[in-house]
């Protein structure tokens, strides 16, 4: 049952009696209106009114206002302006740019700027290399989206999709210190795309794809992968992969079952769903079958794209055919990346024992983890309101930390499984439970574990 949240957090900004029982009335009403209160702050007192600012979560913009019908619906209260905080966050945008270097007066302009920059250009000029070295090329990512597939809202164009690429890039400055820009394309055409992130590239030293619409995104990122001389990182596959790939690997200590000997059903197969297979094949499972909303991939399946073909090639090693529901029966995981309430409590039963359930469509996952909760040992989710938040946050920081550090100019399925690792192994054997397989995404210990085996794997692919 979806509980009020600080998605939908308001501020209510309204006059009250001076009385005894203002209070309890207001916050009764809040609670017969389903909201719940976070603030209640006294601004202004008068003789004959007092001013309040009554904060509150609610699960919705119409519960929202629902609240606040019913607060005026009280004898003597005004409702002067209801501010939503979300909205409050974002004016004038969530990340600014900063000099690293004091500009106080001429001899700091001198070394800063004119004359005495000129040095450092032409120092670039003779090795190129340098550019890593002196300027913001050494810590910078570039956070790139054309707007098509924006988190759970489809394809709502660049402009729409700037306020999460903003998210993005003050997370990787939270998380690991990583400079990044959002940059949103004003165009779907795969080939200005691919030109466009290769023009802008010299200034960056990673660039983060995000929000692109599969299978659009596989050539994005393979061609610009073949063109570039840094890492591109595509978060929408391989962030998810890296941190569905940590959780299963401690859901499994808890269980008790060795990947190997295990079916593991993947629902789901566009960009998430892709990278999550492709790494777990790199870990030898029993078998893996992947669905997606024509059914079970199999290799008779036909009007398959390039992507679909290659997953199936790799996977069901059966060939079985049918729908999820077929696919569900006698497997251990279900790592689910699709559409929400596709399955019940009815269809985990016919899992095996001990089964492992990621449910991780936002906002509503494929089952309500409290039906999956009847029959699985394990659950886990992509939101924040119940155990095990599969989240990319707990990845993509620290990844780019450490390819920054390595100077790295490629990235490999070598170093997306230590990032894994690293996230897996930040929970300790005393820690790991059910309820704990993957580290809070506020553990400050997670970026820097995931930046140094990065590294390290970067370093060793040097030689």
């Known amino acids: 049952m979806p509980v009020p949240g600080p998605g939908y957090s308001i501020t209510v900004r309204l006059e009250a009696p001076p009385s ?8 009764g009403a809040v609670g017969r209106a389903g909201g719940v209160i976070t603030a209640f702050d006294v ?3 008068h003789g004959d009114r007092v001013v309040i600012d009554l904060t509150c979560n609610a699960l919705s913009a119409n519960h929202a206002k629902d609240i606040t019908d019913t607060l005026e619906t009280l004898p003597g209260v005004v409702v002067r302006k209801v501010s939503d905080r979300t909205f409050l966050v974002h004016l004038g945008g969530k990340i600014e740019v900063t000099s690293k270097v004091p500009l106080r007066n001429r001899d700091d302009l001198s070394r800063a700027y004119t004359p005495g ?3 450092i250009c032409q120092a670039i000029a003779e090795n190129p290399e340098d550019a890593r070295r002196l ?4 810590n910078t990512v570039a956070v790139v989206t054309d707007g098509s597939a924006v988190l759970g809202l489809g394809n709502i164009g660049p402009a729409a999709a700037l306020p999460v690429m903003e998210g993005k890039a003050a997370l990787f400055k939270k998380f690991a210190g990583v400079d990044a820009w959002p940059i949103c394309l004003d165009t779907q055409d795969t080939e200005e795309i691919i030109r466009t992130v290769q023009i802008l590239a010299p200034v960056y030293g990673g660039i983060n794809l995000e929000d692109i619409a599969a299978p659009r995104c596989f050539e994005i990122e393979a061609r610009l992968r073949e063109l570039l001389d840094i890492p591109v990182f595509h978060d929408d596959q391989h962030g998810t992969a890296i941190v569905v790939v940590a959780a299963l690997r401690n859901a499994l200590r808890v269980v008790g079952k060795d990947i190997r000997d295990c079916k593991l059903v993947v629902c ?4 998430a769903g892709s990278a999550i297979i492709r790494l777990l094949l790199q870990q030898t499972p029993g078998d893996v079958i992947a669905v997606d909303v024509d059914g079970i991939v199999h290799r008779d399946r036909e009007n398959m794209d390039s992507n679909l073909k290659s997953i199936a090639e790799r996977t069901n090693k059966k060939n079985a055919k049918g729908r999820l529901h077929d696919a569900l029966v006698e497997a251990d995981v279900f790592i689910g990346v699709s559409a929400p309430n596709l399955f019940g409590a009815a269809q985990v039963a016919t899992m095996n024992s001990d089964a492992i359930v990621f449910a ?3 906002p509503d996952p494929e089952i309500d983890p409290m039906e999956a909760q009847q ?3 394990v659950v886990a989710t992509g939101r924040s ?3 095990n938040q599969i989240n990319n946050v707990l990845a993509f920081p620290g990844v780019f930390r450490g390819l920054l550090d390595a100077h790295a100019r490629t990235i490999t399925d070598a170093m997306l499984l230590a990032a894994a690792n690293a996230i897996a192994d930040v929970v300790t054997p005393d820690q790991l439970n059910a309820s704990f397989i993957v580290p809070s995404v506020f553990d400050a210990t997670v970026a820097g574990a995931v930046a140094e085996a990065v590294r390290k794997q970067a370093a060793a692919a040097k030689g």
Request: glycine share 10%.
């Open 20 to 27: 005894a029982s203002a209070a309890g009335d207001l916050t």
């Open 43 to 45: 601004v202004e007192s």
């Open 117 to 119: 920059v000129a040095r």
């Open 135 to 138: 300027t913001i090329k050494r």
């Open 268 to 271: 789901g197969a566009g960009a």
């Open 360 to 362: 991780l469509a936002n």
């Open 375 to 377: 029959h699985a040992a």
């Open 385 to 387: 309101d119940f155990p």
